[in-house]
């Protein structure tokens, strides 16, 4: 199973970017579709975007559209998570993980039982 560490989260206020990264321990995982989930204290794990291993095709949470961008760099093994304009409700601790099948359409990919491989998690907190 792919090995998988998040880092790049930190405190930042209201407005602010951070950028979070995803490294995977093996090259296998550049032909499956990556996700990023979120998980706030006392809500549970919530879909924020994905990205697909064969065209890129990319689907983001309403929540986040127009100021998350989700990324993947296969020759480095790693998957990106830039935000931006951050708001006090985007705190929570940040999951990457690996698809099960190597693409999935929206709603599939939305779904954390589609996913294997999760990482530790990062901890973003935005302050208001």
């Known amino acids: 199973q792919v090995h998988l560490v998040e880092s790049g989260g930190g405190l930042v206020q209201a407005g602010g970017s951070l950028r979070l990264s995803c490294a995977a321990s093996?090259?296998?995982?550049?032909?499956?579709?990556m996700g990023w989930f979120r998980q706030a204290p006392g809500k549970e794990r919530e879909f924020v975007t994905a990205?697909?291993?064969?065209?890129?095709?990319?689907y983001y949470a309403d929540s986040v559209k127009g100021r998350f961008t989700v990324s993947r760099d296969n020759a480095k093994n790693t998957v990106y998570l830039q935000m931006n304009s951050l708001k006090p409700e985007d705190t929570a601790v940040y999951y990457c993980?690996?698809?099960?099948?190597?693409?999935?359409?929206?709603?599939?990919?939305?779904?954390?039982?589609?996913?294997?491989?999760w990482g530790q998690g990062t901890q973003v907190t935005v302050s208001s």
């Open positions: 990205i697909s291993w064969s065209n890129g095709i990319t």
């Open positions: 093996d090259r296998t995982f550049s032909i499956y579709t």
């Open positions: 993980a690996k698809s099960i099948l190597p693409n999935y359409p929206r709603s599939a990919a939305a779904r954390r039982e589609n996913y294997e491989s």
